[in-house]
């Protein structure tokens, strides 16, 4: 009798979670989001496999680093959504990886605690979504003007590093000189601080596209953006555009032989 | 001496977490810090007037951070002279009230309420002596470790000795202002000094020197780990993602100051030329 009706249980159980899986962080925003930005009808999966990699408990909410860990069977995904539920900009950055990527890392903007969505959409068309609960202590990092920091170089500067990895793999870090504003800042004179960010970035290097990416203004000032890749990238080139139009670009310096 | 609580800033220890204290001469006061709060600094006057009926002559601030120097308001009111480094003193008033608003959230303004920022008096640059009256007591500038320019208060007579926060024990050390290769060095030339009692900015009262072990492992672990992570392109994310390594998991507060230590750390790390990485990396303890 107690092992049928908890045959029962478990079956109404499965039967929902083929409906509409529950969302691990409980948010209510959740189905909103995932309509709006993986598609109404997208088929939606929880993925522990997939590392999303953050602080969890945040104090300076103008720039949090992210790192996603893209598990071996889904390196060949066909896009990598970044999201966050309580942002007041919900996607941080859509990326299109040309080769198989094992990670993808950035400093991000948060508003407030939240949920941190990282969704990858496989071969199969089904998205995979990591989510991490972060708890942010000083809210704003969307809407308050960010700390001081010295400008140094021009906006659209690119400055591009390769480290090595084990076994011939590599890391590619790509920072972009750009106050990447939300367009939610008010200024102590009431005046608002007009969104201008980054749009499209595409990395590349002599065998072809790499990755190539939509931006919003939830990364932060100066976007690092960190990817991951079996083998060294050659003679890096990265380019693209802001909201304004600007066009920038930037080349890997020549190895020093 | 007036002990801090070991805890995070709350409502409940209204930002009282470090140490203080003062040294009586035959014919004056010295007090050791301001405390975090104009009322702090107004219980301390009291408190030290219970036990003395001599005059409170000179309040030396240790170092710029909230919870040594904001009580430094009711030390003016009071006529004390209040000592402090030159840097030190610009940064206080400098970086002073958006840090006391953000106390305020934390404590609440029932502590908070009267402190102002000030400007200390007395400037001292480089190590001195003064005479509370047949106590000489030195104060001794020890620059661009913890912070600019700390502070240490030596008393001749007793050997008791105020480290301020070139000395955490128990508790995780913080590094918004650190170098901390010289902080290393600062805390060797620490430890040779005749005292007998130490008094850290945070934690307990020591009798010998084998506690500067918390303080020093800890910086020289952040150091290595956020140098080792710059050079080899590692993420801020990937060094917080896993938490604090179990050998320092037991400091109070570790958790908010490694992360905050990690960013502040790497951004400045960040800028540094490869060859200077590699020596913070292999930078090992002498033994």
């Known amino acids: 009798m107690r092992s049928t009706m908890l045959f029962a249980v478990a079956a109404l159980l499965i039967t929902a979670a083929n409906a509409r899986e529950v969302d691990p962080a409980g948010s209510e925003l959740w189905e909103d989001l995932s309509g709006a930005y993986l598609g ?67 400093n991000i903007r948060l508003e407030e605690s939240t949920p941190v969505r990282a969704a990858i959409l496989d071969q199969s068309g089904i998205w995979h979504v990591a989510t991490k609960s972060v708890l942010v202590m000083s809210a704003g ?29 590599s890391r590619l870090k790509v920072q972009i000189h750009h106050p990447m504003d939300t367009g939610f800042v008010v200024l102590e004179d009431g005046d608002v601080v007009p969104p201008y960010y980054v749009e499209t970035v595409r990395i590349e290097d002599e065998q072809g596209v790499i990755a190539d990416m939509l931006t919003w203004a939830a990364m932060s000032r100066d976007p690092t953006i960190t990817i991951d890749l079996p083998t060294e990238g050659q003679a890096v080139r990265v380019s693209g555009n802001d909201s304004q139009g600007l066009s920038f670009e930037g080349s890997e310096n020549a190895p020093v032989m | 001496m007036f002990p801090g609580s070991q805890n995070a800033l709350t409502p409940d220890n209204g930002a009282n977490i470090a140490n203080t204290g003062f040294i009586v001469g035959s014919r004056e006061v010295l007090a050791i810090e301001a405390g975090p709060t104009h009322r702090y600094g107004q219980e301390m006057l009291a408190a030290i007037r219970s036990v003395t009926d001599l005059p409170v002559r000179y309040a030396v601030i240790t170092h710029r951070h909230p919870d040594h120097s904001f009580g430094l308001g009711a030390f003016v009111d009071a006529g004390v002279d209040v000592l402090m480094h030159p840097a030190e003193a610009a940064g206080l008033v400098r970086e002073g009230p958006a840090l006391l608003d953000l106390m305020t959230t934390l404590v609440g303004a029932e502590w908070t309420e009267g402190t102002s920022i000030e400007a200390p008096s007395l400037m001292v640059e480089e190590d001195r002596l003064v005479d509370l009256g047949e106590r000489p007591v030195d104060i001794l500038v020890l620059e661009g470790g913890h912070t600019e320019g700390d502070l240490v208060v030596h008393d001749r007579t007793s050997g008791v000795t105020f480290f301020g926060d070139l000395l955490f024990i128990d508790r995780a050390a913080t590094v918004p202002h650190a170098d901390i290769g010289v902080w290393l060095t600062h805390l060797d030339r620490l430890e040779t000094l005749p005292w007998t009692k130490g008094v850290p900015g945070h934690g307990p009262v020591l009798e010998d020197p084998a506690p500067f072990a918390d303080t020093r492992d800890w910086i020289r672990f952040l150091r290595r780990r956020v140098a080792d992570a710059v050079r080899t392109g590692e993420s801020p994310a990937e060094i917080l993602d896993p938490g604090v390594p179990t050998p320092y998991a037991g400091l109070v507060e570790v958790g908010p100051t490694f992360s905050r230590a990690v960013l502040q750390l790497y951004r400045r790390y960040e800028t540094m030329d490869p060859a200077a990485l590699d020596a913070l990396v292999d930078q090992q303890p002498p033994d």
């Open chain 1, 141 to 169: 990092g969307c809407s308050s003007p960010p700390p001081d920091g010295a400008v140094v170089a021009a906006v659209g500067d690119v400055k591009i590093k390769q480290f090595e990895r084990h076994g011939g793999a």
């Open chain 1, 40 to 106: 109404e009808d997208a088929e939606v999966t929880f993925d522990d496999s997939i590392r999303l990699m953050m602080a969890d408990r945040v104090e300076s909410a103008h720039e949090v680093p992210i790192m996603v860990k893209v598990p071996h069977d889904l390196r060949d995904m066909q896009e990598i959504v970044l999201l966050v539920d309580r942002n007041p900009i919900q996607q941080v950055a859509r990326i299109t990886p040309h080769r198989r990527i094992e990670s993808v890392g950035m």
